[in-house]
């Protein structure tokens, strides 16, 4: 008689096994898909907020920049200056960039003359030219808008840096001439990186990273992981159709997931810069 009902009993009890499994396993998909949902949505709006940021920074460096190209009276004591070369004018001129350097977080300022030679440099550190600049200030473009150099380092310098280069030009009764260019050098370590680098929530393993795509491979700015003992950016190959950046070089955006450069599983939300050759991915 025991034998008898420790069928049913046995199948029940299976049954009753493979419900609850079933259920655990289903409320398990239900949070995962939950919790993939909600960290897409903050993915997305931090990475938003994260380029409204850089757009927002960008305008104020602009802003910065119109207090030299719209400033006549700075212009009159600079055309002079280039001309004559005089130490009483270069003086003024200092006195000038210094005050604006106390005020302003930019590394240093240069002025050039309109055959595109460095005149005067604050504070003076013997800079030179490097190839990036050289071709800003040659470029017909940069003698009509103010610019905002790609990421580079100079000949000289391995460190990276910005430069906004800031056309002058002299107003005349019936015409403007074109006086030389104001550069304002912008250390991204100070002004840049911590911008990107913040998020807003707390998190252990979250990241923003900015790249650019050059030739095969992808460039790295805003990471540590990717510099060498010199500062310079490490360049890593763009292979892995699972990676999250060479899908971005392929121009995937919005919601993604693949592996980061720690070869890790990670969701990811992908956005291009505006008016930028640059991509941002949170991840």
């Not at 802003?63 to 003024?92: C, G, M």
């Not at 370590?189 to 393993?205: A, G, Q, R």
């Amino acid at each position: 008689m025991n034998r008898s009902l420790s069928l049913p009993v046995v199948l029940s009890f299976l049954l009753f096994t493979l419900l609850v499994v079933a259920g655990a396993l289903y409320y398990y998909r239900i949070q995962k898909e939950k919790i993939i949902s909600d960290k897409e949505k903050e993915l997305q709006a931090i990475v938003n907020l994260k380029v409204d940021e850089i757009v927002q920074w960008g305008n104020e460096r602009i802003a910065d920049a119109s207090l030299f190209k719209d400033n006549q009276f700075l212009i009159s004591e600079i055309v002079p200056y280039f001309r004559n070369n005089r130490e009483d004018e270069e003086r003024e001129l200092v006195g000038y960039l210094k005050s604006f350097l106390e005020n302003k977080n930019y590394q240093s300022i240069l002025l050039i003359d309109p055959e595109f030679n460095l005149r005067l440099e604050y504070p003076e550190n013997n800079y030179i030219m490097g190839a990036s600049l050289e071709k800003y200030i040659h470029n017909p473009e940069s003698k009509e808008n103010i610019n905002i150099s790609d990421l580079h380092s100079s000949d000289a310098d391995s460190s990276q840096h910005l430069d906004m280069v800031v056309p002058l030009y002299r107003a005349q009764k019936n015409d403007s001439l074109f006086a030389g260019y104001v550069v304002l050098r912008i250390d991204p370590e100070e002004m840049l990186f911590p911008l990107i680098n913040s998020w807003p929530v707390p998190s252990k393993s979250s990241e923003i990273m900015i790249f650019r795509k050059e030739g095969d491979s992808l460039l790295f700015f805003n990471n540590s992981v990717f510099r060498n003992a010199a500062g310079q950016v490490m360049v890593l190959p763009d292979n892995s159709s699972n990676n999250l950046c060479a899908k971005a070089a392929s121009g995937v955006t919005g919601f993604t997931e693949g592996t980061d450069y720690r070869n890790m599983p990670v969701i990811a939300y992908i956005s291009r810069l505006r008016n930028s050759p640059w991509s941002m991915i949170g991840k």
